[in-house]
Structures are given as C-alpha cells and as structure tokens.
C-alpha cells in the first residue's frame, strides 16, 4: 500500500441551532412531509440566523480542529476555504475567515467545486503541503445556502441547509493518511445547477431580483443521473488508486444530498449500507459542508476510528466530482 503523504488530523463542525423541519415547508410551499422524506430521506435541516454568518460558522468548526490539535491560529500556513455561499463576493470567505480567527501567518483562499468543494480542498491543501508552502493547512468547508436558494421553489428550497466543518491537512507521519484521490469537472453541464444571475455576466439589476435568477436553480431529475454517475466513477477510480477494493473500506462518506443517491452509490460501490454515514435526514443538503459535517460527527460518534480505512466521494455544481482514500 502506498505511503500516504498527508494526513488529516482533527475535525470540527457547527450546525446552526434552528432546526426547520418538513412540516414547516409545507405551511409555507405546496410540499408534505411525505413527499420530501420519500424523494429525498431529508426529514430537517438547520437554517442559519444573521449572526450565523458563513464566516462565523466556519470559525466555530476551524476552532476545535485548533485546539485538538494544540495549535493556536498562529500556527496555521494555509486556508483553503470551501464554499458557494461567501458572506460576500470580494474578498474570499477565507481571508473574512482569517480575520476573525486571526490566522495572520496564513494565506488564504476560497475553493469553488460547490457540493464536491471539501475534498477538492482536501487536495489542494495536501498540494500545498507537496509544494512547500506550509506543513498546516486548515480546511474548512462552510455553507448559508439558505439565503441562495429560492424560498418560493419547492423543487430547490426544500433540498438544502446551512452548517460547517473543517480539518487540518498536515504532512503524514506514519500509516495513516490520504492513500488516493481522484477529481473531475464537466463544465458544458453547468446550467443544469447554477446562480445565472448577480455575477459579472448579468450584474445585480431590478430585473434579476424579479425573476430570482440570483438564486440556485436545479434541473433536479438530470442532476440525480448525472450525480449517481459520477459518484460511481469516482469511487471506483479512487479504490483503484489506492489499490483497494470495497471490502477494503470500513465507512464511506458520500456527499448528503439525496439518499436515493447515497443508496445507489453505496450498491455501485459494493458498500453495505452499515458502512454508508448518513446525516441527510438532519441537515439536507449542505453542499461542500456536508462530507465535512458527516467526518465530525463520524469521529465524534466512534463510526470513524484510528486504523480505519475511509473513503469521500461527492458530486455538485459544475458539475464536479471527486472523492478520497483516507487510512484515519
Ligand atoms: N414537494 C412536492 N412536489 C414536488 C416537490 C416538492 N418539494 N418538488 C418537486 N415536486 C414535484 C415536481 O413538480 C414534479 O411534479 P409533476 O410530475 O407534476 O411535474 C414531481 O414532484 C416529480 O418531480 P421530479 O423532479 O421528477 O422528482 P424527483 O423524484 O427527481 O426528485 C429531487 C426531485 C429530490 C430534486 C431529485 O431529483 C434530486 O435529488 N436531484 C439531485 C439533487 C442533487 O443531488 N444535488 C446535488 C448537488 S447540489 C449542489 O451542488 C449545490
């Protein structure tokens, strides 16, 4: 087996504190409980307050991971920040975040691979570390896409939810690490998941805060297809890297978007579903957040221990796919 170069060590998470469940949407959509639970496995999700910022919760999970590993903000070299949803567009959330953590030796930079952004950044920081630029890269990956989303499009608002989590990417030490990774983008797919609106191409403008068309927008049927797809090439191409089959993995962390997906994969992959990690049911869709979010709450459960073999796999806007080979 290959000797890992990067580990990951220490994970944080934060989950904003309102819960909003399924119930309330349909108050407010022409949606039911039933319906988003059969289509989706989705039964809650957290929604942000205005003191809940990107930032705000991206420091809140950067913050553990510090401290269990005995490191003060100081101490960092790099931010690689993963998000679709930056509390503004100029700076990036990593310098907002930098600020506020005061990680005034860091460089800082955001990572745009919207629901596959956490384990894209997971490899530009072990790249980072292979390119000499500092031996502590802080990960974090953060998402309020529910001020992104449209409130009145029960096909998207009922999908997704806010919340953070990061890690540390270091130099490996040992065993234990980063054994493979795999990344992959189609760009001429990108209008079937995109913000038309607000960027350079069609500025903010009356007209675009009447046709919504600054927030998300999901051919959802072909983005289930394509996403099932991907994920299956991803997990494949990884294990094969990493010279591993599925009996090899003792857990897998695919991106929380659908467990309709999540099951297909898992069958794709050859993983029984008591090695699948599911949180979807609690926090929908949280975009690049979600694999990082499900990593925290895996090692603090005891699903994810030292000595296990653990595989990422993710799809999203882009579209992009990547997934990771990690001995925890
Ligand atoms: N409540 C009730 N009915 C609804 C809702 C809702 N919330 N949303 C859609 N419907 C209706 C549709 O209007 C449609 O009605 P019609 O038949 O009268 O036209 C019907 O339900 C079926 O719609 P479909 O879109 O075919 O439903 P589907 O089974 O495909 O489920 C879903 C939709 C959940 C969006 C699914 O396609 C999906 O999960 N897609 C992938 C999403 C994803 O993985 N995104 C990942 C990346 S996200 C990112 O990168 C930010």
Not at 166 to 186: E, Q
Not at 203 to 212: E, G, N, T
Request: with cysteine.
């Amino acid at each position: 087996m290959k000797r890992p170069f990067a580990e990951l060590s220490g994970t944080g998470s934060y989950a904003p504190k309102r819960v909003m469940t399924n119930d309330e949407f349909s108050k407010i959509l022409e949606t039911s409980d039933q319906w988003i639970r059969e289509r989706t496995g989705i039964r809650e999700r957290r929604v942000s307050s205005k003191e809940e910022s990107n930032a705000c919760m991206g420091k809140a999970a950067a913050l553990q991971v510090l401290e269990q590993n005995g490191l003060t903000p100081l101490d960092i070299d790099a931010i690689v920040y993963a998000t679709a949803s930056p509390d503004r567009l100029l700076p990036s959330a990593a310098c907002d975040l930098q600020a506020i953590l005061g990680a005034k030796n860091a460089a800082a930079f955001d990572v745009g691979a919207a629901c596959a952004g956490f384990v894209y950044s997971l490899n530009v920081a072990e790249g980072l570390i292979a390119s000499e630029q500092g031996e502590r890269v802080l990960v974090v990956a953060a998402e309020k896409l529910t001020s992104i989303m449209d409130w009145t499009d029960r096909t998207t608002a009922v999908l997704f939810g806010d919340g953070a989590g990061a890690t540390l990417v270091r130099r490996a030490t040992g065993t234990k690490g980063v054994l493979s990774s795999y990344m992959k983008s189609d760009g001429t797919l990108a209008e079937l998941l995109y913000r038309p609106g607000g960027g350079a191409a069609h500025p903010p403008s009356d007209d675009l805060l009447k046709d919504h068309s600054y927030y998300i927008k999901m051919a959802g049927r072909e983005v289930f297809k394509a996403a099932v797809l991907s994920m299956a090439d991803a997990c494949d191409h990884a294990l094969q890297r990493a010279g591993l089959s599925a009996g090899d993995l003792d857990l897998l962390i695919p991106h929380q978007a659908n467990i309709r997906i999540i099951e297909a994969t898992a069958k794709h992959a050859g993983v029984p579903m008591d090695k699948v990690y599911v949180n979807v049911d609690r926090f929908g869709n949280t975009s690049a957040a979600s694999i990082a979010i499900a990593l925290d709450e895996a090692v603090k459960t005891g699903r994810l221990t030292p000595g296990m073999t653990v595989m990422f796999v993710a799809f999203g806007a882009g579209f992009t796919w990547a997934s990771m080979v990690v001995k925890w």
